[in-house]
C-alpha cells in the first residue's frame, strides 16, 4: 500500500490506479447516454413534420445508445482484466470476503452507519463493505444483465448468423422472448439509475461525515484521512 504524509495529522493512501479512475468517468458518461437514448428509445420524442428520413432523429438516438453499449461492453471487459493486473484494491468490485468474520462485522455496521445509526464511521482505504456489495451486485451483475440482453435485442436487428446473434440470441428465448427482453432490460436500466443516485449520495455524504475524501480520490487516486491514519 502506498501512503504518504499530508500537512498536519492527515495522511493519504493511493487506492485508484490510472486505468481503474478513466474506466470510472468512461462508464458513467456510457450510463448516462444509455439512459437518456434509452429513455427516449422506449418513448420516442416528437420528431416533427414529414419524412422520418429527413430529420433522422430516432436513428441519431438509436446510434447514441448503440456506441454507449459497445463502449459499456468493452470497458467493462477492460475492468475485468485489470482486476487481475492492478493492485487488490482493483480487485475489490468483483470479490466478497463473506468468509471473513471482520468483513461481516464491517458490513452490519456501516449498514447502522449509513441508516444513521452509528455515530463514529470506520475507515477504509478502499470500498467499505456495503459498498462492495452494493457495487457488485447492483452495479456490476446489472450492468452484465444489460450487456447480454442489450446485444440480444441487437441480435434481431443484425440477423440470424451474425455473431451478436451467435454470441448472444440465446438470451432472448431464455428470458421469453424479445418483449419479456425488452422490458427486462429498461427495468435494468431503473436499477442502474437508482444505483448512481444513491452512489453520488453515499460519496458525498462520507466526505462531508467521514473526515476522507471520496470523490477527489477517483480524480487523483488517492484517498485523504483528514484526522490521521485509516484503521482499515
Given at each position: ?112 452507519w449509513y441508516a444513521f445509526l ?115
Open positions: 500500500m502506498t501512503e504518504k504524509a499530508m500537512p498536519g495529522s492527515a495522511s493519504s493512501v493511493y487506492v485508484y490506479e490510472a486505468p481503474v479512475r478513466l474506466w470510472h468517468w468512461v462508464n458513467a458518461t456510457a450510463i448516462v447516454v444509455l439512459a437518456v437514448s434509452g429513455y427516449f428509445i422506449g418513448s420516442p420524442p416528437y420528431a416533427g413534420p414529414g419524412e422520418a428520413s429527413d430529420h433522422y432523429l430516432m436513428g441519431t438516438i438509436r446510434f447514441a445508445h448503440f456506441a454507449a453499449g459497445y463502449i459499456l461492453a468493452v470497458g467493462l471487459l477492460g475492468r475485468l482484466y485489470w482486476a487481475l493486473a492492478g493492485n487488490h484494491h482493483a480487485r475489490q468490485l468483483f470479490v466478497l470476503p463473506l468468509w471473513s468474520r471482520a468483513w461481516r462485522q464491517d458490513f452490519w455496521h456501516e449498514l447502522r452509528e455515530d463514529a464511521p470506520r475507515k477504509f482505504s478502499g470500498h467499505n463493505p456495503l459498498a462492495q456489495t452494493a457495487m457488485l451486485v447492483l452495479f456490476v451483475l446489472t450492468t452484465v444483465f444489460m450487456v447480454l440482453s442489450g446485444f440480444a435485442l441487437y441480435s434481431e436487428g443484425a440477423g440470424k448468423g451474425s455473431w451478436q446473434d451467435a454470441l448472444f440470441g440465446w438470451v432472448l428465448p431464455l428470458l421469453g422472448g424479445s418483449q419479456p427482453t425488452h422490458t427486462f432490460h429498461h427495468l435494468g436500466m431503473w436499477v442502474l439509475i437508482v444505483f448512481v443516485i444513491a452512489h453520488i449520495y453515499v460519496a458525498v455524504r462520507e466526505e462531508i461525515m467521514s473526515s476522507q475524501s471520496m470523490v477527489s480520490t477517483m480524480i487523483s487516486g488517492w484517498r485523504t484521512f483528514r484526522d490521521g491514519r485509516p484503521p482499515r
